[in-house]
């Protein structure tokens, strides 16, 4: 008799404690095999997001029973991103965070939070005042020069600011779930990179911008949205200072500015293995210089049905408050839900059912 999968108490301690745990075989050889004939098949800009090829990398995997007894029910994934990272050596453009990428240290990691805007970094020094460059930045998104407005939006189709009031300059969600398709088990192939355990610390920072301002994400307390010291002048600001530096120390990198990165660590999979990670956890994709082929990973953005019950989670969106474009959705007239998802940017655990019992004992050492 078969039983379904589910977390052990001591890999529910390792969730807590880091923020994510790899799943080891939780995807059937089968499932990985279909998603990788499919991609093989696809044509040109094709989108295989909403292909049952890859939605069954969860939905007929160990993935769900596993994330319903963890964290709760969800909306079955209708749709997903679908990462490929292909070979490459260091190279000369700028990358968000306004440095050169062949500068960027462990592999190029650019290690941030999801939800947030990103519009195509300029490729030249900006010039002009910090204003300036603000200004020209926001007008370049593909929705043209609309002002500082939560219209803006980014390549990534993020919106500038969640709510109309602007008091909210992230989107969020509960999980991530990142399905490997490929041998990832050497550093430097591509993989996902995780800043482990600093969910804790970008916790207790959005908590301390909603106790001053009610304002969080980028252009709230403490945390701007471009760094205008990066050599490009306009580089994004993918974590706060004071989360950063709670995770550099002697031996941290730098880029030739002389600024420490934090070191993330590369989730080492192998095909049909899966990670699960909190919202909160800071990652990144990495360079793929020393892969045998692609890096291909199939991410998940996961949302408790609690938060908004009459709304469905695509699986895709880092964003579900509004549209994946940036819609403006309707909510009942007590449903405000900036205000839940800041309820839930502050109490991450709150989201996750199956977690109350460790996470009461792992906050009361």
Request: hydrophobic letters at 35%; glycine letters at 8%; a negative charge.
């Amino acid at each position: 008799m078969s039983t379904q999968r589910t977390l052990s108490v001591n890999e529910k301690i390792t969730l807590y404690r880091d923020g994510f745990i790899v799943l080891k075989g939780a995807v059937r050889r089968e499932l990985v095999d279909r998603a990788r004939e499919r991609m093989k098949r696809a044509t040109k800009d094709e989108d295989l997001g909403p292909s049952s090829e890859m939605t069954d990398l969860v939905n007929a995997s160990d993935v769900t029973p596993v994330l319903r007894e963890v964290m709760g029910e969800f909306d079955p994934p209708s749709r997903c991103q679908v990462g490929v990272i292909k070979k490459a050596e260091p190279a000369d453009f700028f990358n968000s965070l306004g440095y050169r990428d062949r500068d960027q240290p462990y592999f190029g990691a650019q290690v941030h939070m999801d939800g947030l805007l990103t519009i195509q970094v300029p490729q030249e020094l900006q010039s002009g005042s910090d204003q300036e460059i603000y200004d020209r930045y926001i007008a370049s998104g593909p929705k043209g020069d609309l002002g500082r407005s939560a219209d803006v939006m980014g390549h990534n189709m993020v919106p500038l600011f969640q709510d109309p009031e602007m008091t909210l300059g992230m989107g969020s969600f509960t999980a991530f779930v990142f399905v490997c398709l490929n041998d990832q088990m050497k550093p430097g192939s591509g993989q996902t990179v995780l800043l482990k355990g600093a969910h804790h610390v970008t916790e207790k920072f959005l908590n301390w911008q909603r106790e001053q301002a009610n304002t969080m994400g980028p252009e709230g307390p403490g945390w701007p949205r471009l760094n205008h010291d990066a050599p490009n002048r306009c580089g994004l600001v993918y974590l706060p200072e004071a989360v950063r530096e709670e995770f550099i120390d002697g031996s941290s990198l730098t880029t030739p500015d002389g600024i420490q990165w934090p070191e993330p660590t590369q989730v080492l999979m192998e095909a049909g293995d899966a990670c699960i990670a909190v919202f909160h956890l800071p990652h990144s994709g990495s360079r793929n210089e020393f892969g045998t082929e692609s890096r291909k990973n199939i991410i998940f953005r996961i949302r408790n049905k609690k938060r908004q019950p009459n709304h469905v989670a695509t699986g895709l969106s880092d964003h579900p408050d509004r549209g994946q474009m940036g819609e403006w959705l309707n909510y009942e007239s007590d449903n405000n839900p900036w205000e839940r998802s800041k309820d839930a940017l502050c109490d991450q655990w709150a989201e996750w059912q199956g977690m109350q019992d460790i996470v009461k004992e792992m906050r009361g050492r």
